[in-house]
T-cell receptor, first 110, second 115 residues
């Protein structure tokens, strides 16, 4: 089953602006995770938010979780060129395998 | 910082041939995973492995696929008779332990191209 659908599919902003990406999921979760993938590279874990948390911060990242709407958002503040990447949300399946969304491709223009 | 390493970075193989993708997980991790990402599509779970056996596999992971941990360090994915649609990025991941607060650590992937 599909889980973790992100929107927008692509986002292009100026350096210094904030970037917001959204993720929706279908089943109940214990936590939701966000990963980054630079072009041609592997997936890097950014942040995990538990189902009993509403908001979590890590540096310039802010993640929110609304379990009633089955949605999460990732906000990157004061974006930099190095933030250009694809961002994925993921949830755990029954054996802790990750179930992935389609991702948001973020482009930061200098 | 320890990392997951995958080799080769790019593998080109003729359709019908067997291919083995190799991964060295982080040394003290106990849970291992393979995922694939077809170009332009989402990442898909293939298989998870713990205590020398498969703990979960997806519908994609059919009889042409197999995994093995032949020694204490390597974790391999074998595709027996490759098809054109097997062309994708294949990612290996490892995880320290059980519990839902343990993130998975990924290698940089092997790009598999089937001709």
């Amino acid at each position: 089953s599909q889980q973790g659908e992100e929107d927008p599919q692509a986002l292009s902003i100026q350096e210094g602006e904030n970037a917001t990406m959204n993720c929706s999921y279908k089943t109940s979760i214990n936590n939701l995770q966000w990963y980054r993938q630079n072009s041609g590279r592997g997936l890097v874990h950014l942040i995990l938010i538990r189902s009993n948390e509403r908001e979590k911060h890590s540096g310039r990242l802010r993640v929110t979780l609304d379990t009633s709407k089955k949605s999460s958002s990732l906000l990157i503040t004061a974006s930099r060129a190095a933030d250009t990447a694809s961002y994925f949300c993921a949830t755990f399946g029954g054996n802790y395998q990750l179930i992935w969304g389609a991702g948001t491709k973020l482009i930061i223009k200098p | 910082e320890p990392e997951v390493t995958q080799t080769p970075s790019h593998q080109v193989t003729q359709m019908g041939q067997e291919v083995i993708l190799r991964c060295v997980p982080i040394s003290n991790h106990l849970y291992f995973y393979w995922y694939r990402q077809i170009l332009g599509q989402k990442v898909e779970f293939l298989v998870s492995f713990y205590n020398n056996e498969i703990s979960e596999k997806s519908e994609i992971f059919d009889d042409q696929f197999s995994v093995e941990r032949p020694d204490g360090s390597n974790f391999t994915l074998k595709i027996r008779s490759t098809k054109l649609e097997d062309s994708a990025m294949y990612f290996c991941a490892s995880r320290l332990g059980q519990g839902d607060n343990q993130p998975q650590h990924f290698g940089d992937g092997t790009r598999l191209s089937i001709l």
